[in-house]
């Protein structure tokens, strides 16, 4: 214990600010090391991300746009006479709209 006590007594203030300063200055430095290592080991989450091949893939060539494009036009369409369908066995017609507005 007494060569802690002679040991502290005996630093200088020079000597605690520039220990002070190495202790600041590489305290985030040590933090950002440690966090930077095995990054895949540590914050690993299995399935996290999707598997690429469940994704939807952008059409990039033509006829693979033209194919998107007729069917999106075709979902439309569908959905477009399922919703008149729908409004006329509610007996909604577009001039019941009109007058609304």
Do not use: C
């Not at 933090?31 to 059409?59: C, E, H, R, S």
């Not at 007729?70 to 409004?87: F, H, M, P, Y």
Request: cysteine-free; aromatic content about 10%.
């Amino acid at each position: 214990m007494g060569y802690i006590q002679r040991f502290i007594h005996s630093v200088t203030r020079t000597q605690l600010e520039t220990a002070k300063f190495g202790f600041y200055l590489l305290s985030p430095i040590l933090v950002m090391y440690y966090v930077g290592l095995d990054t895949d080991k540590k914050f690993n989450l299995p399935g996290f991300w999707p598997d690429p091949a469940t994704l939807n893939q952008i059409p990039k060539e033509p006829h693979e746009i033209q194919a998107e494009v007729a069917r999106i036009r075709k979902a439309r369409a569908e959905k477009r006479a399922r919703l008149e369908a729908k409004a006329r066995e509610l007996g909604i017609t577009e001039d019941d709209v009109e007058e609304e507005k």
